[in-house]
């Protein structure tokens, strides 16, 4: 069995796509600061009979996560990570004009400067396998159409469309692709501050979608089956903007 890894999944849609994969892959979980509810993910997939473990790093600091993936490889001789789910990110919304330094930089470091730092690590092994791999970002409706409020958010995950086309061309040839997923509104701690039921009226099929419904366009893109897809970004978004 393969190992695959999830950023931020202790909660919400990165839950849900570990749980989901935990039949196909080893399941390794990322998350910051909610070991308690990382451990619930764990043994959720233990008690389904798969296999997980938990690597908490801060994704947006360089160090911990180059530490964490050594020592997770020191650990797994042998072994590489072939399938990375970059879904770990944060909102932190405020009119551009009273944006501060610390709401810009916090949302681009953890959505943007993550990416990078985990994927980069990760690439090192996965380029000169045979058997290639998966990268799937979990960007966002925002990143596609822009979102009042929203432009650190809108910013980062826009940038992390561009990378994943531009990274898709370069391991191409390796047999490995780069997709991204778009989503709307979905229903988790993300969105719970959010006025929901004013919101649903703007969402064609009239309601939020679900962390499941998510993980399961992240569970094909990471199929056999989507061999032939690089490049993409997929919405899933009820219809809220097409
Ligand atoms: P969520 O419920 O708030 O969960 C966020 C996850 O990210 C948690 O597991 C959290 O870990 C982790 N995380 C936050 N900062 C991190 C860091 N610095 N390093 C490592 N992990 C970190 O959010 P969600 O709604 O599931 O969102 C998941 C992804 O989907 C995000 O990228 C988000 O932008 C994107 N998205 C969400 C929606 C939506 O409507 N919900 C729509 C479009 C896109 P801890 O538990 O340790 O804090």
């Given amino acids: 069995m ?25 399941i390794i979980i990322n998350y910051c600061s909610r070991a308690d509810k990382a451990n619930e993910v764990k043994a959720l997939i233990e008690a389904q009979g798969g296999s997980a473990e938990l ?38 919304d405020n009119v551009m004009f009273m944006m501060s330094d610390e709401e810009w930089r916090e949302v681009l470091d953890i959505t943007l400067n993550g990416f990078f730092y985990v994927t980069r690590r990760l690439l090192k092994h996965m380029m000169p ?27 980062a995950k826009a940038a992390l469309i561009g990378a994943t086309k531009a990274l898709a061309l370069e391991v191409a040839p390796r ?10 509104f979905i229903d988790t701690d993300m969105t719970q501050d959010l006025p929901k039921e004013e919101l649903k009226k703007l969402v064609p099929v009239g309601r939020f979608g679900t962390s499941e419904e998510v993980a399961s366009l992240v569970e094909y893109l990471s199929s056999d089956d989507a061999a032939y897809i690089t490049g993409e970004v997929i919405s899933i978004n009820g219809g809220l903007y097409t």
Wanted: hydrophobic fraction near 35%.
């Fill in 175 to 184: 047999n490995i692709t780069v997709n991204a997923v778009a989503p709307g």
């Fill in 129 to 155: 396998r045979k058997h290639g791999g998966r990268i799937i970002n979990v960007s966002s409706l925002s990143g596609l159409k822009g979102m009042a409020g929203q432009v650190n958010y809108s910013a």
């Fill in 2 to 26: 393969k190992y695959a890894l999830i950023t931020g999944a202790s909660r919400g849609i990165g839950r849900a796509i570990a749980l989901r994969l935990s039949s196909k892959y080893k």
């Fill in 55 to 92: 690597l908490p790093f801060d994704v947006s600091d360089s160090k911990q996560t180059d530490l964490a993936l050594s020592s997770w490889e020191e650990n797994h001789q042998g072994e590489y990570i072939s399938l990375l789910v970059n879904n770990a990110g944060i909102r932190k």
